[in-house]
């Protein structure tokens, strides 16, 4: 038997487990999925609910879950999940053939890196939107904490400020004041509610605020005074992060050129001249020096980069 037989092989038996993988996950929570459809209809029948209060029907304390709560994503934790594990198979059966067609020897290897690559790779796209639900939730925090503070000094206590925002602050940092309202309509002290409220708002304005409110629980200083200067503090940490932004963007732009530059610089010698690069292509090691060379590049773009990035 030829080795592309066997590699063939090889990679349908892959594919043929992962299916099998999925489908006994599927069938082995089937019946319990199916009890709690219908134990949630008959709650809906009675009282409808939100996607936000189906969160609080298990909690969950796994890395997943944790990037998840930061991305406002967590009540699709099932779905999303399934996505992960069906975007690490595709990965890995992708690589696979790549790596078959390329060399049959390689086929081990497409799988090895195959699979770490889509899992860590999904990962990375879900942070991506967590930093980019944080960063806007950053942004809003000075109006929310202003509103905060009129509420404040009207005379209506903390509870009332909450629900205020939940209603009238804009999204995406309504839903972690509402949620924060479920949490204590579900019997949990404010403390902790505020609490989980910080680790979802990954920010240190926002864990200022709850130092503050926590002063102001157990000394009696006057929150709307702390407040004020909060957002006055952070409305100036906001006009000090753009002009850095503004000294730095050269060094972030020239950064980004020697970080192309040596793709552009191959992409351009094969389209010149092919038979100049074509025999390096065609070389198995010569394959993988150029795959470790990639690897190398991007790591440093990634050095650089951090080094024309300040946190202000």
Do not use: C
Request: net charge positive; proline share 4%.
């Amino acid at each position: 038997m030829s080795k592309e037989m066997v590699g063939a092989a090889i990679m349908a038996t892959f594919v043929v487990a992962g299916l099998l993988l999925l489908a006994a996950m599927k069938s082995g929570h089937a019946d319990e999925l199916q009890r709690l459809a219908k134990h949630q209809k008959r709650l809906s029948d009675k009282a409808p609910v939100d996607g936000t209060e189906n969160i609080f029907a298990q909690q969950r304390a796994d890395y997943l879950s944790k990037v998840l709560a930061q991305a406002g994503l967590e009540a699709k934790y099932d779905t999303i999940k399934t996505q992960w594990i069906m975007t690490t198979i595709g990965s890995a059966i992708t690589l696979m053939i790549l790596a078959f067609f390329a060399s049959p020897d390689l086929l081990i290897l497409g799988l090895i890196l195959g699979a770490p690559a889509g899992a860590a790779g999904f990962i990375m796209y879900l942070n991506r939107l967590a930093k980019q639900r944080q960063d806007k939730m950053t942004e809003q925090l000075p109006q929310v904490l202003e509103s905060m503070v009129s509420a404040l000094r009207a005379g209506s206590p903390i509870m009332e400020t909450f629900k205020v925002l939940s209603e009238t602050a804009p999204d995406p940092i309504r839903s972690e004041f509402k949620r924060a309202l479920i949490s204590l309509q579900l019997g949990k002290s404010f403390r902790e509610a505020l609490s989980e409220m910080s680790t979802r708002i990954r920010t240190p304005d926002f864990k200022l605020l709850t130092q503050a409110v926590y002063i102001s629980q157990d000394v009696g200083a006057n929150l709307a005074d702390v407040v004020a200067t909060i957002a006055e503090a952070i409305r100036e940490r906001f006009k000090l992060r753009d002009f850095m932004n503004s000294l730095t963007a050269q060094g972030k732009a020239t950064a980004g050129f020697i970080g192309v530059l040596p793709y552009g610089i191959t992409a351009l010698t094969y389209v010149m001249t092919p038979g100049y690069m074509i025999p390096f292509f065609n070389h198995p090691i010569a394959r993988l020096v150029f795959i470790g060379l990639i690897l190398w590049e991007f790591i440093g773009f990634w050095i650089l980069m951090k080094i024309t990035t300040f946190e202000v």
